[in-house]
């Protein structure tokens, strides 16, 4: 800043009058001036003359010259003498500027917007005494962040002199992909300036929960937010949080459109299960227990052999434990039968087996309510054995009692004629499920129905081959 500086100047006026010197011979005059000088105080300078006549004090002079504050001093020549009159010498004062108001004076004058009087650029008055703005250069303290000069505000400085951050609006360039300056997660752009993914450590786009859930991202552990079971790794979303459902019942619940397929499954325990789950047949919510091709050496629906890598729901051979196929049967009412051939089914109002099934040389009989896909119904009989079935009769699905062959009648569905198939009536009558193979007796029957019930249709009258049964499906409910 420079300081504005006042220069004083001083006019002088001197009026010269003509000066009678002593008498001569010749009459003429002597003129005597005295010289000037200056005042160390006032920085005026003054000078005396001396003159023996023409001297006028104030006004006017002799020769029409006029002058202000007059200040006259004459000699009459002769040493030690003074008088008034004599040349008179006019002192005038003014003061001038170096060309207007100047900045840095600490006074606001002209076009100046303010004058601190200093040279600090981060206070109120920067440079050239205009008030301090955004977007000056200058960054003003307390006020400001930054200051670059400018008003792009995808630089690392705003238009605002605001230092750029994510949630200014602002897609800072070569920083952030977007910036919407809004913390809504599940719209486009992130609160971390970046387009939702599911590896973000944030719940953003469509996402559940943190990273997964939703169309685009794995599907959540237990106990992570969901919005429907397809978010879930078990397919199960119970009160907006991710479960593992007891049963596929539980799923279909949760979630009416979860499709057929693979679940996890706890069975009301702490373990986890991996099952196939029927979601579309008789209403759907179906675990299935149990599944044979039709061919031979396969194992029987009460078998203990665990038979897991195939896909029941194509038909292929699979089997639960005992325990598991009693548990689950613990936690269901209903039974299913499915087959490939006719795509038919046949559903009973009771659970395929109870917790005897895991004790030795157990059998059981349930009076149950039969549905054929068709709608058509019957009462009957469901049961199985575990033990003597080396040449079937391991599970049956059977008319309600009456005489079977050798006037031999059934009691609960069954008539308990032979100690190698124990829930096969005797010439498979009565049956609209039986399992025979007395060929090898090995305990790996095959499927056939005696007796149909509607649209589920008899297919042998009592064939004892092996390999070349049904192929189907038992599940619980």
């Known amino acids: 800043m420079g300081s504005r500086a006042r220069i004083f100047g001083i006019n002088l006026v001197l009026a010269a009058a003509a000066v ?70 006019v002192e005038t004062t003014g003061s001038t500027t170096s060309g207007g108001p100047v900045c840095g004076d600490g006074v606001v004058e002209g076009d ?193 052999v665990e038979v897991l890598g195939g896909n029941p729901l194509a038909y292929q051979p699979y089997n639960h434990s005992r325990a598991f196929k009693a548990l689950l049967s613990g936690l269901g009412g209903e039974g299913l039968i499915r087959r490939s051939s006719g795509d038919v089914w046949i559903r009973f109002d009771h659970a395929p087996f109870d917790d005897q099934l895991t004790m030795a040389n157990k059998h059981a009989h349930y009076p149950v309510k039969l549905t054929a896909k068709d709608g058509t119904t019957a009462d009957g009989f469901t049961g199985w054995a575990n033990s003597n079935i080396a040449g079937g009769g391991d599970f049956n699905v059977s008319l309600v009692d009456g005489m079977s062959c050798n006037n031999t009648n059934t009691a609960n569905g069954v008539d308990h004629h032979s100690t190698q198939y124990y829930h096969l009536n005797c010439g498979c009558t009565r049956h609209y499920l039986y399992s025979y193979s007395n060929g090898a007796a090995d305990s790996d029957a095959s499927y056939k129905v005696n007796t149909g019930l509607g649209n589920w249709t008899a297919t042998a009258t009592c064939a004892s081959t092996e390999g070349g049964g049904l192929a189907l499906y038992l599940a619980v409910r």
């Open 112 to 304: 100046e917007e303010c004058d601190d009087g200093n040279d600090d650029d981060t206070d109120a008055c920067v440079a050239g005494c205009v008030n301090a703005t955004c977007g000056d250069g200058f960054v003003q303290g307390g006020v400001e962040a930054c200051d670059d000069g400018n008003d792009v505000d995808t630089d690392a400085c705003t238009s605002a002199c605001q230092e750029a951050a994510c949630g200014d609006g602002f897609v800072q360039e070569g920083v952030e992909a977007c910036d919407d300056g809004n913390a809504d997660e599940s719209d486009e752009c992130t609160s971390l300036c970046a387009t939702p993914t599911c590896e973000d450590a944030i719940k953003s786009g469509a996402e559940s929960d943190v990273d997964c859930g939703g169309a685009d991202c794995p599907k959540c552990p237990k106990d992570a937010m969901c919005g429907e079971g397809s978010d879930c790794e078990g397919g199960f979303c119970k009160d907006g949080t991710c479960q593992v459902p007891d049963t596929c019942k539980d799923v279909k619940l949760a979630d009416p459109l979860a499709p057929s397929g693979k679940y996890t499954i706890d069975a009301g325990t702490d373990t986890s299960y991996e099952v196939y789950c029927d979601m579309e047949t008789s209403g759907g919510g179906w675990t299935i227990l149990y599944a044979t091709s039709g061919g031979d050496n396969q194992q029987p629906m009460t078998g203990d």
């Open 20 to 89: 009678g010197g002593c008498s001569g011979d010749d009459g003429g005059t002597t003129e005597t001036t005295a010289a000037a000088t200056s005042s160390p105080t006032t920085g005026v300078s003054a000078t005396t003359s001396s003159t023996s006549e023409g001297t006028t004090s104030g006004g006017s002079t002799s020769d029409g010259t006029t002058t202000s504050e007059p200040m006259t001093s004459s000699s009459t020549g002769e040493p030690g003498t003074s008088s008034m009159s004599g040349t008179t010498a």
